[in-house]
């Protein structure tokens, strides 16, 4: 979960981010050497190694606007994770410049499942748009939670898909968490925080600028661990995507097209450079499995320290007796299955059935392999 912050703690991480000109580097930095965000504030107010803006922000900031934030924190399933959070993204670290925090309106442990970032053009076309929702499907029913960024086009698409399978999906705005860019997509947006999260680098209230989504970008690769871009042109957003995630090591998929469509041409471009060409989802879950089995060990882990208190409502010392999980343990057998099976098996959705099976395995009650499941009796 979070870190608990008192009021005083909050506002002064909401002073840091809002700062001008700051910059998440220096937040880590001013964090790691104070610890404290209201040490940091005060240090940086006074520190001529802070340009003046920055210092004079710190100094006098805009109450108004920390109290707007401070409010929307103050809404259900509104969160503000800091890079100093265990519910912190462990595969966000890895990229060259993570996020000092993010806003999260929604589950901020998604951010920590195994995700696959599908990306494309806003101008996708119709085949486009079908490719896009078929994969996100089957990875949704793989037990994967789908990530991308909201857009017109192949994102959106994306996301419908992975809801439509009853999968969680994840998008990161080039906006503030409160804003919807394109308008058309509020009720999507909506959707997604209910079964994943919005997530964003910017405070609440702050608009859409050309220079936020190349940065959004490298937040969709940081949390995935690989990314499919499904159609993209020479000059497609989609290909600043798919650069983050090679420069971070991770897996990036491109699908091939007609040499007549411009959309294909960003895709073509991306195998040539080494991306690996796919034709089906199943190739990409296929590729990610040990990658995934080890995000998987990193969770087990941390949930495994948690106190069975912080734990999900259904975790540890709560499930006794709970319907779910009573129809989840009679449909496994001694002989291992996989998640697709029960997801049919149990006509429950395979994200919440991920979820279930690791609370049951910490318990001793399921073993996993090579991502089958077996009850142990």
Known sequence: MPIAQSKDEL?????????????????????????????AVSAAARSHDIAGDARNWLG????GLLGNDLDWLDCPQHHLLTFVDSDYPSLLTEIGNPPAALFV?????????????????RNATAGGIANARAFARTFSVAGN?????????????????????????IA????????????QHRELAERIAQNGALVSE????TPGRPKHFPSRNRIIAGLSLGTLVVEAG???GSLITARAAAETGREVFALPGSIHNPLARGCHRLIRNGAKLVETAEEVIEELTGISALLADGLRARLACMAPAQRSSKGTNHHEGDPEYVQLL???GEDPCALDELAERTGLPAAALSSMLLVLELDGKVSARHGRYARID
């Not at 998440?24 to 209201?38: D, F, Q, Y």
């Not at 006098?60 to 109450?63: A, V």
């Not at 990530?147 to 399978?165: P, R, V």
Request: aromatic share 4%; glycine share 14%.
């Open 145 to 169: 939670v789908v990530t991308s960024g909201l857009a017109e086009g192949i994102d959106g698409a994306a996301h419908a898909g992975a809801l439509d399978a009853g999968g969680k999906t």
């Open 60 to 63: 006098s900031p805009d109450s």
């Open 330 to 332: 009679q449909a496994l």
């Open 202 to 205: 910017f405070p609440p209230g």
């Open 172 to 183: 990161v705005l080039g906006t503030g968490p409160d804003l919807v860019y394109p308008r």
């Open 234 to 236: 020479l000059k497609s």
């Open 105 to 121: 309106d929604g589950e901020p442990a998604c951010l920590w499942s195994a995700q696959i970032a599908i990306v494309g053009s």
């Open 11 to 39: 506002r002064a991480w909401l002073s840091l981010l809002r700062a001008p000109a700051l910059g998440a580097p220096t937040v880590r930095e001013l964090i790691r050497r104070h610890g404290k965000a209201s040490d």
